[in-house]
């Protein structure tokens, strides 16, 4: 069989201009019109080519090419400028522009904050295009890496140990140099107990200016804890281990499974991110949705009752309701609750007076009257082994958590929640795998929220051109 050989030496005599390079149905094509049909002001990039000075890189070509660059997992600054150099597709892509890395990096270092917006265009992009309703939000959290190592995390616990290591060592050394003056022998060995002296003095300091991160000068707790390499990052707990990172949140619209809003935060769960995550998500399409579903993370009595307030729906099953078990025959739902003496009655007729509030977990506590009563009764071991008798804690919400209970039951509200995982975990699945987005680059929350927004929009846009195709996606676009 012959073979076809190839000519790098081949002369052309007319040759193509880049354009002839790239099909017409790239998807590189599809990324440069919706960059192009974004609003560069209402971004907060200023588009002004008549600036004196030095010329600089147009900010609609830079911004391609970190959009684009995310799409195919290509994000570091340094491998963004390989691109723009061998790379056909980015080459068409910038109009032959060769930035270099440390320019592409000061783009996205300025434009932070510019670039947490783009989501937001994207999303009411696909709202005007009809692929987004708005209805039925999802709500779903992942961790991710920080640009930062946990062994730079400290606590309270860990700057007291180490303070107390270092003052013991400054001990020892000056008791040691004390020794050598007496002995007046081995002086190359005083020369260097100074310097590790001075180094120890060095670290102490250190610590006690991390320390002044955690609390101020009237000992006020200001956080849990610091990292020296990125500050605003936090520890996170998660099935690959613990490390140092933030927690990515999206909010994603049930018809086509798109991301209306995603952030970056700092809690390492989601209890407290139900009700601001909906929040903003309602703010993106300039009106509330009707129904909003997540997992038992987010079962947070207080942040479900800021949603269903607005008259939204509220999915999320409570975390006994996630775990399957059923409830035994002496479970608190089986003590009936009397509202108008505010307390319980139990199986076999005994009161439950409220004892005490704690405000720590906004319970109310309540106890059995006379402690004999559980101690004489039949069920004595199975109810309860304590010798003070039964006790129950009732939420200062508890009405409104059985109603969500309740809400979760329902037949429609099963429908909603069995669609949860391939509408909410779609996105981070495509996201750290496809697009390798295991860890951040920059170190800030500014610094993640534009990441984390940068690689929402290559989601979209890769679902986007999955529902339109190329051609009909760029029409309109640029329609």
Not at 159 to 184: F, P, S, V
Not at 244 to 256: F, I, L, P, T, W
Not at 305 to 322: C, F, G, N, T, W
């Amino acid at each position: 069989m012959a073979y076809r050989y190839g000519d790098r030496n081949q002369i052309m005599l007319f040759p193509p201009c880049v354009d002839d390079f790239v099909p017409k149905d790239a998807a590189v094509r599809a990324y440069d019109a919706m960059v192009e049909a974004l609003d560069f002001k209402e971004l907060g990039i200023e588009l002004d080519p008549d600036n004196v000075g030095n010329p600089q890189y147009d900010p609609k070509a830079m911004l391609k090419l970190h959009v684009y660059g995310t799409s195919y997992g290509v994000r570091s600054s340094r491998k963004l400028e390989r691109e723009v150099h061998y790379n056909v597709s980015f080459i068409w892509l910038m109009g032959q522009l060769k930035p270099d890395h440390k320019t592409i990096a000061e783009f996205r270092r300025k434009n932070k904050k510019a670039l947490k917006k783009v989501l937001e265009q994207c999303a009411r992009m696909c709202l005007k295009l009809g692929l987004i309703e708005g209805n039925t939000l999802f709500v779903d959290g992942s961790k991710i890496r920080a640009n930062a190592a946990i062994k730079n995390t400290w606590t309270d616990k860990r700057c007291g140990e180490a303070l107390e290591n270092i003052d013991n060592r400054i001990e020892e050394i000056l008791k040691e140099c004390d020794e050598t003056d007496i002995r007046e022998k081995d002086m190359p060995s005083l020369v260097k107990m100074n310097k590790e002296l001075s180094d120890s003095s060095i670290l102490k300091k250190k610590v006690l200016d991390i320390l002044k991160e955690l609390k101020d000068e009237n000992g006020k707790q200001l956080k849990k804890q610091h990292n020296t390499t990125d500050p605003e990052c936090a520890t996170m707990n998660s099935h690959k281990g613990t490390c140092a990172g933030y927690n990515a949140q999206v909010v994603v619209d049930e018809k086509n499974a798109l991301i209306v809003s995603v952030d970056a935060v700092r809690d390492n769960n989601d209890l407290n991110q139900f009700a601001s995550q909906i929040d903003q998500a309602n703010r993106v399409l300039n009106k509330p949705c009707k129904t909003a579903c997540a997992d038992s993370g987010y079962s947070n009595t207080e942040e479900l009752i800021k949603i269903d307030k607005k008259d939204i729906d509220v999915i999320v099953p409570s975390q006994r309701q996630a775990s399957g078990k059923e409830r035994g025959e002496f479970h608190k739902n089986n003590f009936r609750y009397d509202k108008d003496n505010n307390c319980y009655i139990c199986p076999e007729g005994y009161k439950l007076s409220f004892y005490q509030p704690h405000d720590g977990d906004k319970i109310d506590i309540y106890r059995i009257s006379d402690p004999n009563n559980c101690r004489k009764c039949r069920h004595f071991g199975h109810c309860t082994k304590s010798e003070s008798g039964r006790q129950i804690s009732r939420l200062w919400n508890e009405e409104s958590r059985l109603k969500f209970e309740a809400q979760y039951r329902l037949p429609e509200s099963q429908a909603i929640y069995k669609l949860r995982k391939q509408k909410s975990e779609h996105p981070f699945g495509h996201i750290k795998r496809n697009l390798k987005f295991d860890s951040f680059l920059t170190r800030g929350r500014d610094g993640a929220n534009a990441e984390i927004t940068l690689a929402a929009v290559c989601f979209n846009m890769a679902r986007m051109i999955t529902i339109l195709g190329i051609p009909a996606l760029i029409k309109r676009l640029q329609g």
